[in-house]
């Protein structure tokens, strides 16, 4: 059920797939690099209690 | 209770552990609630909109082009708020909450310049125009860069929180430029405001509705963003607290 976008088929299409891919990315590397802190942190408070 | 009290109650959100607390709760609602006006914004207009009678199916970009236009001046407007709360009341959350809107405003000007020249090339014959708005937009991407660049340069995070904030202050001009360009130079390729609160000037309400969606879908992202991504500045720094902790001790 695609809808027939014309002569302008490639520019719709373009611009979606550029944004979607930009949205995605934003949020994949958000969620990466703060899972990554998350696990820096608790392994720092870790050390530190073991530590003394 | 008095406005007063209640203004003085949002400053509990100052203190890292009651932020963290509070967004680990809410984040999950922000999360869904994006994603739902997304899909369905973006779906709805995509699929189910007609074509419009001059610009054929390149009106299915305003989905896309106007919410992320509308979000990048407006990031850094929440941006110029943070950083003032920072530079009067030092609180540590704000210059964080700054610094994590950063990286999404970045893509968000990215998303209106990319699809404004995909827009433009058919409309106007071009992907660019030295034209107020564009331009004005170009040198707000350069300043989110810019900003970026600071904060990663500067060891002392202080005083990088300082230079951004000053930094986003200045900036602030060409957000306002970037929104008002059309209005201030009559001139120029880019047409006015696509939304306003005079309805006789909205886009037609087949448009306009999804656009209302999408725009919602946008602004949902960015809080959800924004929150997690402050969390994660704000262990980053608590990382860094630790370690030099351990460095003295060692």
């Known amino acids: 059920m695609m809808p027939d976008l014309g002569k302008y088929a490639d520019a719709v299409l373009s611009a979606y797939a550029a944004s979607i891919l930009l949205l995605v990315l934003l949020v994949l590397v958000s969620l990466w690099r703060g899972r990554r802190m998350r696990a820096e942190l608790t392994a720092v408070e870790n050390r530190l209690k073991r530590d003394g | ?250």
């Open chain 2, 1 to 250: 209770m008095s406005i007063s009290a209640k203004a003085n109650r949002l400053w509990a959100y100052a203190n890292p552990k009651k932020f963290l607390e509070t967004t680990e709760k809410a984040l999950p609602f922000f999360w869904v609630a994006a994603a739902l006006c997304l899909v369905v914004g973006l779906v709805w207009g995509f699929f189910f909109t007609p074509d419009d009678y001059r610009q054929g199916s390149t009106v299915k970009i305003i989905y896309l082009h106007v919410p992320s236009a509308l979000m990048a001046i407006n990031i850094w407007f929440m941006m110029l708020v943070t950083s003032l709360v920072w530079l009067v009341r030092r609180h540590h959350v704000s210059a964080l909450a700054a610094r994590a809107a950063a990286p999404v405003g970045v893509v968000m000007t990215l998303i209106a310049l990319a699809t404004g020249a995909i827009w433009g090339q058919p409309m106007w014959g071009t992907w660019w125009a030295w034209d107020p708005r564009l331009t004005s937009f170009l040198i707000l991407f350069l300043f989110y860069l810019g900003y970026i660049a600071l904060w990663e340069a500067i060891e002392n995070p202080d005083t990088a929180a300082d230079l951004t904030s000053v930094l986003c202050l200045v900036g602030s001009v060409f957000a306002i430029l970037s929104r008002y360009a059309v209005n201030f130079w009559n001139q120029g390729l880019h047409q006015g405001a696509s939304l306003s609160l005079d309805k006789e000037e909205n886009v037609a309400d087949v448009f306009w509705v999804p656009l209302l969606v999408c725009i919602a879908g946008f602004v949902l992202l960015f809080v959800a963003l924004v929150l997690y991504r402050t969390g994660t500045e704000i262990r980053a720094r608590r990382i860094k607290a630790l370690q030099a902790r351990e460095r003295v001790g060692a």
